[in-house]
Each structure stands twice: as C-alpha cells, then as structure tokens.
C-alpha cells in the first residue's frame, strides 16, 4: 500500500536549516508530481511547494519563494524539502503529498518547532 515517511523536522532557533526528507512505496513515484505541505498549530492546510514528475520544474508560494528548495530522487524514491533561515511561523507539521498539491496528506508528517 501507499506509505509516505517524512523524517528530518525537529526543534531548532530561528535562523536554522533544516532538510526534510519524505521517503515513498507503494506507487510509481516518478509518475506523479510531490508536495509538501504543513499546518500550523490551530491553522489550516498551507501549500508549501510542488516539484514535477521528473524535478525539472519547482514551485513555490511567493510568501516562502527564497528560503524553501525542493528536490527529489527518482531512483530512490525521495522527495526532500530544504528550509533556509527558520522563522517562528514556519513552526509546523509537515507533510508531504503526490499528485495535485491540494491532495489532503494521510501520513504522520514531520514536526518543525522553531523557538529561541
């Protein structure tokens, strides 16, 4: 069946990176394109970026544009997320997604907290 493991969040102070990293089974991986998404504490779902089948193109809310690279191998079935200079609002759970970005998440996700 389809699983979808993220892995790579934590509790870091503002300014930190931080590399997501989502491990996919159970479909074709490289015929789909793959998101990342996350929700804040009491928030709804945020869009976080979109990378096509085969990662030549990369997209990006204009708010996250600059601090966010996503990436992905086909071979090994991975998508990652790269976060540059954390903020306090991109505390969150993130998940991440295949197919259409607006595909609700059904994995566990991983936690981003970020304090000083």
């Known amino acids: 069946q389809v699983q979808l493991v993220e892995s790579g969040g934590g509790l870091v102070k503002p300014g930190a990176s931080l590399r997501l990293t989502c491990a996919a089974s159970?479909?074709?991986?490289?015929?789909?394109?793959m998101n990342w998404v996350r929700q804040a504490p009491g928030e709804g779902l945020e869009w976080v970026s979109t990378?096509?089948?085969?990662?030549?193109?990369?997209y990006y809310p204009e708010s996250l544009e600059g601090r966010f690279t996503i990436s992905r191998d086909n071979a090994g079935n991975t998508v990652t997320l790269h976060i540059t200079d954390l903020k306090f609002e991109d505390t969150a759970r993130y998940y991440c997604?295949?197919?259409?970005?607006?595909?609700?998440?059904r994995s566990r996700g991983t936690q981003v907290t970020v304090s000083a």
């Open positions: 997604t295949y197919g259409p970005a607006e595909t609700q998440p």
């Open positions: 159970g479909f074709r991986f490289s015929a789909y394109s």
């Open positions: 990378i096509s089948k085969d990662g030549e193109n990369k």
